[in-house]
């Protein structure tokens, strides 16, 4: 490949998503924007931060393409958002409207459709870049702290349905072993009920729509940061979402719960497949 021509972005690397956004936020918050865009001078200082930080190749077409890609995220995002009764719901990150809601919204607005399950990360940051507003308190971010919040907002708390690990197996028959296993978690312990009916309920709201994508269900992968890229888990679990409808279910459902579950679950059903 020729000088300057650049190298294919791989814009999925947790990383360098992250590093992009630190450093157009940096450049946006102590040398503002022009119009709709950071000024020149903001870009090539990106461009060389990103190539040598990353040891990449990149061109400023292909930052500014991503620029271009975040805003129109964030645009979708921020229609979702200032709907009256939007649902959202800061703690998980996601809107929590009915499968005829979503159903009907994504008719009119195709590309919603990413944000079904989960939400904007870095909404709080994206805002900051193209709204121009900053969040303030204990919302807030900046480049000289370290690392980033793991999506738009931070919580103090956070609210996990109870899962058993030992019923992380992923069902053949997804309605079926959905209800043994809540009867059994319910003859277990009386006081669990109302968790294992928020589950199942989840459950079903899923399994009545067309099921997440095997797209969706890489975004979160990659959004969680369980595993680095060159992990084998990491493989193993893009393999299991191609297994069936009803992986990629459980693990929408899966995608709140503690790391050790989610881990736990990848383990147990790459086992079971014959991937581990």
């Known amino acids: 490949m020729a000088s300057g021509d650049g190298a294919r972005a791989n814009w999925k690397d947790p990383e360098l998503y992250k590093l992009f956004i630190d450093l157009c936020l940096k450049e946006s918050m102590e040398n503002g924007k022009n119009g709709g865009s950071l000024k020149k001078e903001s870009w090539d200082r990106i461009l060389v ?41 800061p703690v998980t990150n996601t809107v929590n409207w009915s499968t005829k809601e979503w159903n009907e919204y ?28 900053r969040a303030t308190g204990r919302f807030s971010w900046g480049p000289s702290k370290e690392g980033f919040p793991t999506d738009g907002t931070q919580s103090q708390s956070q609210t ?34 109302d968790l294992d009916k928020q589950l199942l309920e989840a459950f079903h709201t899923l399994q009545s729509s067309d099921g997440p994508t095997l797209e969706e269900c890489n975004r979160i992968l990659d959004e969680m940061q369980l ?25 929408m459902l899966l995608h709140q719960k503690p790391e050790v579950v989610r881990k736990s679950w990848i383990e147990l059903n790459g086992k079971k497949l014959g991937l581990l």
């Open 106 to 133: 994504i008719q009119a607005n195709p590309n919603a459709k990413q944000f079904r399950y989960t939400g904007l990360q870095y909404s709080n940051e994206l805002k900051a870049l193209f709204d121009g507003v």
């Open 227 to 251: 595993f680095d890229m060159s992990d084998p888990l990491y493989i193993v679990a893009c393999s299991i979402f191609c297994e069936s409808k009803a992986h990629r279910e459980q693990w």
């Open 160 to 193: 996990y349905i109870n899962l058993d690990i030992g019923s992380l197996e992923t069902p053949s028959s997804p309605n079926g072993d959905a209800e043994k296993h809540g009867n059994k978690r319910q003859k277990k312990n009386k006081s669990s009920d």
């Open 49 to 89: 931060a990103l190539n040598k930080e990353k040891g990449l190749n990149l061109t400023q077409k292909q930052v500014k393409n991503q620029w271009d890609f975040l805003k129109s995220k964030y645009g979708e995002w921020s229609k979702i958002i200032s709907k009256t009764g939007n649902g959202y719901d």
